[in-house]
């Protein structure tokens, strides 16, 4: 049991170039997640997806576009990459047991956009 | 969601109990008090949750008072290995929109040997 799986680990991109972020979970969670983190600043949302087929805009969704590909995968796409997403790439997802839902996060992809 | 109040940092010594406070005022009464902690360069890591009655796990215990208007994670003996940013989250359970944890600053808490 993986838990939730990040690729890749680091990543440096030039302003323009595209790139996507694959997010695995085998936990057999609904919901998965996308935030991003900037220097000394908490996780802001960016997608979410509440179960296969569906995706739904955070709180920061300019300048991504989401995959939900399957219940495991949830990856994570920039079109044209901008400085401005130079930041910590953070996927999650959720267990829904009852009303004891937690959120389970991987390990971060860094981003570097120069 | 509820917003919550936390300390920007925090020092606690090696082998003592550390004690996170957080406010969080405007709780309702379906909402759920969550901590989750984020070691340098990790993903956040889920600790310890409730809605009323004081919890304990393994890695904390969780005092919420009886207003529901506070509440203050405990390490009982802090090891270095606690060093981390601690966040206090608000939410309703049961989410049947998937909606998202919102993470705040955090307390940064350092144990100091």
């Known amino acids: 049991n993986a838990g939730v799986t990040q690729t890749p680990k680091f990543q440096v991109l030039k302003t323009g170039q595209s790139m996507t972020l694959q997010c695995a979970q085998d936990m057999n969670h609904n919901s998965m997640y996308w935030y991003r983190q900037d220097p000394g600043m908490g996780l802001r949302l960016i997608y979410y997806s509440a179960s296969e087929g569906t995706t739904d805009k955070g709180e920061v969704p300019n300048g991504y576009n989401v995959s939900r590909l399957n219940k495991r995968e949830f990856s994570l796409r920039l079109e044209s990459a901008a400085p401005s997403q130079t930041s910590v790439y953070f996927c999650a997802s959720r267990s829904d047991r009852g009303f004891q839902e937690t959120q389970y996060f991987g390990p971060g992809t860094r981003l570097l956009v120069l | 969601d509820a917003k919550t109040t936390q300390p920007p940092s925090m020092d606690c010594a090696e082998g003592r109990a550390a004690n996170l406070p957080c406010n969080h005022s405007t709780i309702s009464g379906n909402e759920y008090v969550y901590w989750y902690r984020q070691i340098h360069s990790q993903g956040p890591q889920y600790i310890i949750h409730?809605?009323?009655n004081n919890e304990t796990n393994e890695m904390a215990s969780l005092i919420i008072t009886e207003d529901r208007k506070s509440s203050t994670l405990i390490l009982p003996h802090a090891t270095l290995r606690d060093t981390a940013v601690y966040y206090c989250i608000v939410r309703v359970a049961l989410d049947n929109y998937g909606q998202n944890f919102v993470f705040g600053p955090g307390t940064r808490l350092s144990v100091l040997p």
């Open positions: 409730g809605l009323k």
